[in-house]
Nanobody, 119 residues
Framework: QVQLVESGGGLVQAGGSLRLSCAASGRQFSTYAMGWFRQAPGKEREFVGRISRSGGSTYYADSVKGRFTISRGNAKNTVYLQMNSLKPEDTAVYYC????????????WGQGTQVTVSS
């Protein structure tokens, strides 16, 4: 199993940047694909992006493509979400999640970190 703790959220003006971190406990972090999701008030949780176990492959939702970048440091058991050119509609609680090798779903979730973008 893996436990996830997000950090780095906060209040930022539109056009600004934030970097979220997600620290994973336990061993074998490199065997998990990692994802970022977000949930705005009154809305369903939505996919933001994911990164492969090695970090060599990433995939993003259209809404963040070109503005957000996911990276990981397997030696540090950490995955990052660099968010640039932030918009008010990016305001949400951001969650990281882990998907075990061969699993179909992200089975492990962090507690979330709030990101608020002011206009």
């Amino acid at each position: 199993q893996v436990q996830l703790v997000e950090s780095g959220g906060g209040l930022v003006q539109a056009g600004g940047s934030l970097r979220l971190s997600c620290a994973a406990s336990g061993r074998q972090f490199s065997t998990y694909a990692m994802g970022w999701f977000r949930q705005a008030p009154g809305k369903e949780r939505e996919f933001v992006g994911r990164i492969s176990r090695s970090g060599g492959s990433t995939y993003y939702a259209d809404s963040v493509k070109g503005r957000f970048t996911i990276s990981r440091g397997n030696a540090k058991n950490t995955v990052y979400l660099q968010m640039n050119s932030l918009k008010p509609e990016d305001t949400a609680v951001y969650y990281c999640a882990a998907r075990q090798w061969l699993a179909s779903d992200f089975g492990y979730w962090g507690q979330g970190t709030q990101v608020t973008v002011s206009s």
